[in-house]
């Protein structure tokens, strides 16, 4: 017996095994047989992707508890607290539960070293098994084929897009990130993509494996109906006006509809519309598009990449035209920093940059020296939370919105100087 706080735990964790990331399910397989958790009764929903993951797993979870059903959720990062990854229909695991299974697992492990993700790949596994549970929503760290939550195998698959990210681990190009998140996807199971202009890869994989494909805009799609409504249509005859998540942006559209399909692809879930439309509007995750009620405005959003930057762009025209954006930004370095920054050009009265508190993380000096900062000048401070006071300083007129973005890293401080006064 540890008799570990919860920091205790994950501070340990994260010194066990030789590196943060290790992709090798040997290990972790190995632990879950011993823990009799490698199987699970509850129906599975794995979903994989770039970006949309976290929307469509909160989406999904919505529409499900307000359906009836007991849902287990896991993600990853968390922004406020770590508990906030496991959650039991919408409330996060309490942390006598958490330290309670990361004892049961290091009991059992004995000489396998896990790492840190795995550790908490097999809390949730554990919580869960002891809830008895109706559904799982795994939402996959990174890439799908080797990842922990890959030990499971699902009922229904998800691939939410497609994008350039984590090139040095998951391939250089579109088509090996592709065949790494096919990795989700299960023999005769239904595998829900949720773009259009999908990629051989997938398609190859799927075929090899004999799962079903669903994609967007071919077998079923999510359009925008009038200003307060959007259609749901599949190739089955099902029609449904729907209404808008509670996630704001219309990219939420393709994974509502994703989310949708999902559920009316799995056997033994029935979709009731009414109980659709309750989780739906009810659907919320932090970090997304999320507005501050303040003076100024502030929007946190943990754009990353390429891809979920100009989504941002797109929002931040629609929601706000006419308005002074002033950025605070940080950015993790082995992101395509360049190629983010060039998308920004002209779009920023004032930026405020700072270093986020991990590892990973671009040391400021660094941010400060790209070609984009000798035209977009920045000021730079010793955290986020002094680049968002920086950012109020300059921001005093009604016209003026702050927009906090970069990483999960960039958007946790502000939202713990929220959440936790």
């Known amino acids: 017996m540890k008799n570990f706080t919860l920091d205790e735990w994950i501070e340990w964790q994260c010194k066990l095994h030789s590196t943060n990331m290790d992709f090798n399910l040997s290990r972790i397989k190995e632990v879950a047989v011993r823990l009799n958790i490698g199987k699970t009764k509850s129906k599975v929903f794995t979903i994989a992707g770039t970006n949309g993951k976290g929307s469509t797993v909160a989406i ?13 959720s896991y993600t990853s990062p968390h922004l406020l607290e ?19 299974a990361f004892e049961i697992i290091e009991e059992s492990r004995k000489d396998i070293t896990l790492t840190y993700f795995e550790f908490s790949t097999l809390a949730a596994f554990i ?17 799908g084929r080797l990842d922990a939550v890959n030990i499971i195998d699902s009922d229904v698959s998800v691939i939410t897009n497609i994008g350039l990210d ?45 799962a079903t494909l669903s994609i967007f805009n071919k077998h079923f799609s999510g359009k925008i109906y009038n200003g307060k409504k959007w259609i749901f249509e599949n190739i089955d005859g099902v029609r449904i006006e729907c209404e808008y998540p509670g996630i704001r942006g219309d990219i939420q559209i393709n994974n509502a509809a ?21 989780g739906l509007k009810k659907s919320e995750i932090l970090g997304r598009f999320q507005i501050l009620n303040t003076v100024p405005e502030t929007i946190l959003d943990i754009a990353h990449n390429e891809q979920s930057i100009s989504l941002l762009i797109n929002n931040i025209n629609k929601y706000y035209p006419k308005k002074k954006f002033h950025a605070v930004f ?29 590892d990973r993380a671009l040391k400021v000096t ?12 920045a000021s730079s401070y010793d955290s986020i939370v002094l680049a968002y006071e920086g950012a109020l300083n300059v921001s005093n007129t009604e016209e003026d919105v702050i927009i906090v973005f970069g990483s999960s890293y960039t958007v946790a401080p502000i ?3 929220k959440y936790k006064k």
């Open 60 to 72: 999904l979870e919505s529409i499900l508890i307000e359906s009836g059903y007991s849902v287990g």
């Open 82 to 100: 770590f508990n906030e990854r496991i959650k039991i229909n919408k409330i996060p695991a309490s942390t006598k539960e958490i330290c309670n």
């Open 127 to 143: 919580i869960f098994s002891q809830k008895k549970l109706d559904i799982l929503i795994l939402e996959v760290g990174l890439g």
């Open 166 to 210: 984590h090139t040095s681990i998951l391939g250089s190009n579109m088509e090996k990130i592709a065949l790494e998140k096919s990795g989700v996807m299960r023999k005769y199971k239904p595998t829900i993509v949720g773009y259009s202009g999908v990629h051989d890869s997938i398609i190859k994989y799927s075929n090899e494996v004999d």
């Open 258 to 278: 994703t989310a949708i399909q999902a559920i009316h692809s799995c056997d033994g879930i029935e979709l009731n519309k009414k109980y659709l439309q309750d």
């Open 330 to 358: 940080s950015v993790l370095k082995d992101k395509n920093i360049d190629e983010m920054l060039n998308l920004l050009k002209g779009i920023f009265k004032s930026w405020h940059i700072a270093e986020s508190d991990n």
């Open 366 to 377: 660094e941010l400060n020296e790209k070609k984009f900062f000798l035209t977009e000048r």
């Open 415 to 417: 939202l713990n100087k």
